[in-house]
């Protein structure tokens, strides 16, 4: 695999440069973890042909389109509860199953899911957030490959929203979040006014499976 051993993983920091504590406890990134005629191909495979849906969520009390186009993909008891809706897995795609025994040695863990997210533009985004819910089980390991535009993502303590780090994610690159990052921490993908293009992030996981009952309310 191809890395390119010139990119910054920070903007403020020199290229290899560990994240400042306690994220670099919990996040490593590699920096062109696929190559770019890899990263090409992929890119325009899922673009066409994966089933791009709006999901809606819950938030402040009100139902709401999510500002990104997504789809749910795995195992086929890999159901997963976010943000008061339950969602079922699309069948894997044969182009993101083969990735899975790359990323499994990678990052030490297995996956049986990805919830893949489009943005459309720099006027997609994400708000602050983590990963934490019970399906994903107290410390989990979510691997997230970029694919597309440079977009900035950022992360914060909970308890200390001044504690901050963020990485510039390009075109190939993989970040990895373990241990107690989505306890202790939040993420988010601001708006970008300047980013014409599209960046799809395929963030893999493992998640526990859950009783048909749960599935069918």
């Known amino acids: 695999m191809q890395k390119r051993a010139d ?27 696929l190559s770019a005629d890899e990263a090409d191909a992929l890119l325009a495979v899922l673009q066409a042909e994966l089933p791009w849906t709006v999901h809606r969520i819950r938030m402040f009390g009100r139902w709401v389109d999510s500002p990104r186009l997504s789809c749910w993909m795995g195992d086929p008891a890999a159901s997963y509860r976010y943000s008061g809706q339950t969602f079922v897995p699309e069948p894997w795609h044969p182009a993101l199953a083969a990735l899975l025994p790359r990323l499994a040695s990678a ?43 440079e977009r900035r993502f950022l992360m914060r303590l909970k308890a200390d929203h001044g504690a901050k780090a963020e990485w510039r994610l390009r075109h190939g690159d993989l970040l990895a979040m373990r241990g107690d990052c989505q306890r202790e921490a939040q993420h988010a993908l601001p708006k970008m006014a300047a980013v014409q293009s599209a960046r799809v992030n395929l963030t893999f996981r493992w998640v526990k499976p859950i009783s048909s009952e749960v599935v069918r309310r």
């Open 7 to 33: 990119t910054p993983l920070f903007p403020d920091l020199p290229a290899g440069a560990s994240a400042p504590a306690p994220f670099d406890a919990w996040v490593t990134a590699t920096p062109g973890w």
């Open 107 to 149: 990052c030490g863990a297995p996956f049986n899911s990805v919830l893949a997210n489009r943005y459309r533009s720099g006027a997609d985004s994400m708000g602050w957030h983590s990963d934490d819910e019970r399906e994903l089980g107290a410390k989990p390991i979510i691997a997230s490959l970029s694919l597309g535009a």
